[in-house]
């Protein structure tokens, strides 16, 4: 017995990395799985190839397991809804989604362009946006289904370089809870990941000393995809029915569970403020809780909450 056993799961960027093996071991625990990858290199920047996500399909089969392939774009919403239409044709049903699909454009902010802004969001976000869409409203028909969608500590920490992905990635953030409180009288839940594992996005950071390139090494031998995949399959079975609205962390052997902002610090002035009131009392009463903007390095343990 899988935890996923008589689902139908649509995983999108399963041809590689963490999708590769959200995909795998989805079958594995009994899924039926469409298996999307554009096939794209990871600036999204080529034409694609449906090689990636057919090789996965074709070795769950070969492992005695049940899927499909499919090479369409999730920036593309018709594209998308052809992906669940698809689910339906092949295995009669859908039941939940894995949505770890995305792209990297890194530069500085001061230097980004609206193309390198706007591609990040397209594939990150308004994918998150199209494959929940497509899918929602047969989720709540059915009283049944879940997504796991990914975030990325770029986004819940902040990363240097990485203004468009962090954005993107706080966007899914809300989405997923959103999703997850209007989703909850019809039994659809929502979960987002922020996963850190050695992937081809990981291994390209670039290494700018040797404390980053020991990390890295470190990185390479411990943190694997296959352990943020275990997660996201945990959350897309119907045995965690009451797992909704969260947003988890994985490294290596650790699951993380994130707090979600909510006031820390309440400050009223009877006679309201003025803005030289905010600047000479508000801001130094609050300072002590202040989040430090220091920069966290690649590979670095994630701070706890």
Excluded at 144 to 159: E, I, K, R
């Amino acid at each position: 017995m899988g935890v996923l056993d008589g689902k139908v799961v649509l995983i999108t960027g399963g041809g590689n990395g963490i999708g590769k093996d959200c995909a795998l071991i989805a079958a594995q625990e009994g899924a039926k799985v469409v298996v999307n990858d554009l096939g794209g290199g990871l600036k999204g920047d080529d034409e694609g190839s449906a090689g990636p996500a057919e090789a996965v399909a074709a070795e769950i089969r070969a492992a005695g397991g049940q899927a499909v392939s499919n090479s369409e774009s999730v920036t593309n919403y018709k594209a998308v809804q052809g992906m669940v239409e698809q689910a339906m044709d092949e295995f009669g049903a859908l039941h939940a989604v894995i949505n770890p699909a995305g792209i990297l454009r890194d530069v500085m902010f001061h230097k980004m362009s609206e193309a390198e802004w706007d591609s990040v969001i397209d594939v990150h976000l308004r994918g998150s946006f199209n494959v929940a869409r497509a899918t929602i409203e047969q989720f709540r028909n059915q009283n049944d289904g879940a997504y796991v969608f990914f975030t990325s500590t770029s986004g819940l920490l902040g990363n240097i370089g990485q203004a468009n992905y962090g954005a993107a990635k706080m966007g899914i953030a809300g989405l997923s809870r959103i999703i997850a409180m209007e989703g909850a009288r019809n039994n659809v839940r929502s979960n987002c990941l922020a996963p850190v594992a050695w992937t081809r996005m990981t291994q390209s950071v670039p290494v700018k000393d040797e404390a980053a390139a020991a990390r890295r090494a470190q990185m390479a031998a411990t943190i694997r995809a296959d352990q943020p995949a275990k997660l996201s399959v945990a959350l897309a079975s119907e045995l965690a029915k009451d797992v909704t609205g969260q947003v988890f962390g994985a490294r290596g052997d650790d699951i993380q569970l994130y707090s979600q902002p909510r006031p820390i610090a309440n400050l009223n002035k009877a006679e309201g403020w003025t803005p030289a009131t905010i600047i000479s009392e508000a801001f130094p009463q609050m300072a002590e809780k202040f989040f430090p903007v220091a920069p966290r390095q690649v590979g670095a343990p994630v701070p706890s909450n």
